[in-house]
């Protein structure tokens, strides 16, 4: 039965003007930075966004969150963190983009790929990204994506633990429901 549901949803297509709307209740974006000595994951439920259905079956899309929102369960690694970052004079970290649809504007069942940017550190970087797209039995969509963003690139000073530097790449993992 959900399968039948689901077919039904994906093959429906998001008509041209559809704005969905990022459902923050259950959406989370993570990050994980690598040292030689451990790994740390910090996570955000703070994340907004939306995006747009335009009529050349392109959706435009933006979502952003605040960089002092993100917790590893270490409040005096969130605070180095925060400095390494400089949360207070960039307080969000952006990705925006395109995102092409079927004909008819349907959700693609294999994976698609959002061209667009990231911004983070006031740095923007272009990025294509893979994207899943899954149509959730409520009508929302879940859309998920790993993506990797270099710290050296947007400028930030690594951390460092016993004199060694955290590894430049940070693991990017979104994972948003979107509602219409």
């Keep these: 039965m959900t399968t039948a549901i689901l077919a039904l949803l994906l093959s429906a297509g998001l008509p041209a003007g559809t704005v969905l709307s990022l459902d923050a ?12 000595l451990h790994q740390v994951e ?88 893979p994207i899943r797209i899954t149509a959730q039995p409520d009508g929302s969509l879940r859309v998920q994506a790993t993506f990797d963003v270099s710290l050296d690139a947007h400028g930030v000073d690594r951390p460092s633990l016993l004199f060694v530097k955290v590894n430049d790449a940070c693991s990017v993992a979104v994972d948003i429901v979107l509602r219409r």
């Design 42 to 129: 910090g996570r955000s439920r703070e994340v907004e966004g939306k995006a747009v259905v335009r009529e050349e079956s392109l959706v435009i899309s933006q979502v952003r969150v605040p960089v002092a929102s993100f917790r590893s369960g270490d409040a005096n690694r969130d605070s180095h963190m925060l400095e390494a970052v400089q949360a207070g004079s960039f307080p969000f970290a952006t990705w925006k983009g395109v995102i092409r649809l079927g004909p008819g504007g349907e959700v693609p069942a294999a994976p698609a790929v959002m061209d667009g940017e990231v911004e983070f550190h006031g740095v923007k970087r272009s990025l294509s990204v």
């Design 25 to 36: 209740a259950q959406s989370e974006i993570r990050y994980t930075v690598v040292h030689k």
